[in-house]
């Protein structure tokens, strides 16, 4: 084998280091387990702070910023969580930071006040961070063509 080329199986590169195999298995599935909680924590506040979404974009957040990035640590074997979890970590990040910090409605942070504002805002601050570090690994496992077994 040359030296400096990885292994392929099936025309993709393979990661022969279990160690680096465990540790972004352990990244993806801690990532995912510091959105899942505190994006519930922020639907809660939304009902605390009377900030209402429309149906679409309930719908959106219940299936890609909620329900997606757990089943995409379901589906972690090969490229298929990867992918599931760059584009739900990706679309979550665009979503949040237009109507918390851009749009001019209700879910915009600097429109929420009283006793719910800091806690609002936080809870809006703490998932877009954890979606950014999610679609940046994701897209590293993709952009390496990492095989996780």
Request: no cysteine.
């Amino acid at each position: 084998m040359t030296e400096g080329v990885a292994p392929r199986v099936n025309g993709k590169a393979v990661v022969k280091d279990p160690p680096l195999v465990a540790r972004i298995d352990r990244l993806m599935l801690a990532t995912v387990l510091v959105h899942f909680p505190i994006t519930s924590a922020h639907a809660a506040l939304h009902l605390g702070a009377g900030v209402v979404l429309d149906v679409a974009q309930l719908a959106f957040v219940v299936v890609v910023i909620i329900a997606l990035p757990v089943y995409a640590i379901y589906r972690h074997r090969g490229t298929a969580g990867a992918v599931l979890l760059v584009g739900s970590m990706a679309a979550s990040f665009l979503f949040g930071f237009f109507f918390h910090f851009f749009s001019d409605t209700g879910d915009n942070i600097a429109h929420v006040h009283g006793g719910s504002a800091m806690p609002f805002s936080v809870t809006a601050l703490v998932p877009a961070v954890v979606e950014l570090f999610g679609t940046v690994l994701a897209a590293a496992v993709l952009r390496r063509r990492v095989r996780i077994s």
